[in-house]
C-alpha cells in the first residue's frame, strides 16, 4: 500500500501534469482574429480632411490622408483609393464648395480640380465679388504679391491747379480707397509696349490682380480706375500677415528731408528693404 506521503506526491505530479497539457494546448491553438484586423479586411480607404478647412480654400497635401472606413459608412460620392488611387496628389490645389471639419470625407461632387470650369469662381466667399484690376509690375509690390494676400488700394492722381502769375499747374494726390483686400489671382506678365531696337524686353510690364470686393468696393474701385485712366494709377500695397487690431497706426518711417543748400540733406531715419531686383528697361 502507498503511505500518505507518496500519495501526496503522487498528487503533485498528476496536476502538474494537467497542468502542462492545457498551456501545451492554449499555445497551439490559433488566436481569434483582433476587432481592427476584422474591420481592416472589410472597410476602404477613403480620403479626409486633416485639419478644419473653410470653403473655397485650395487643398495642399498637408490638409489630406487616408482614413479606413467600414464599407456601410462609405457613400456614393466618397474618394476612396480603390477609385483615385492617387488622390493625395489629384485634388491637391483643388478648391472646397463647403466646409470641411476635422476627419470628415472629401466628396468628388464638392470640390473643384484644377483645369475644371468655375476654379475661380469656388473661392469667392458668400456676398463677394471677384473684380480684375489693370496694374503694372511696380505697383504689385515689385511683383511679389500672391493669390491669398492682403493688400490695401492706393489711388494716385493728378489734379490741375491754378498757378501764381494766372498760369496752370498741377498736384498730386494720393489716397488708400480700400483696405485689407484678399487677392484672389494675379495674372500672367504681358508686355504693352513693344521693345525699343536692340533691347529684349518690353519697356513696360502690366498685369491683372483679381481682388475680393463687396459690391459697393466693386464700385469704389470702378470709379477710381475711370479716375486714374489718363491722370493716375492704381497701386496694391502689401500687408503683412500678422493680423492688425482695428484703428492700429504703425509709425510712419523717418525720411530725408532737404533743409537748404547750406545745411545739404540731413537723413531723419531709413526705410527697412524687404527684397530688392532689376528694374525692367
Sequence with gaps: MLSVRQLIVLGVALAAAVGAALLIGNMSAPAPPAPE??????????????????QGSLLSAADLQWRRLPDDAIGPTFITETAHPDALTEFVGAVNLRPLATNEPLQDGALVKPGDGGMLAAQVALGYRAVAVMISEESAAGGYIQPNDRVDVILTVRRPTPAAGGGSGFEIISDVILENVRVLAVGEL????PPREGEGQAQNLAQTAVLELS??????VARAEALAQDTGGLRLVLRG?????PGLEAPSAQRWRAASLEQGVEQMGGVRVHSFGEEAR
Design 37 to 54: 484586423a476584422a474591420q481592416e479586411a472589410t472597410g476602404q480607404q477613403v480620403l479626409v480632411a486633416v485639419r478644419d478647412i473653410p
Design 190 to 193: 504681358t508686355q504693352v509696349a
Design 215 to 220: 459690391q459697393e468696393d466693386s464700385r469704389t
Design 241 to 245: 500677415v500678422q493680423s492688425e487690431p
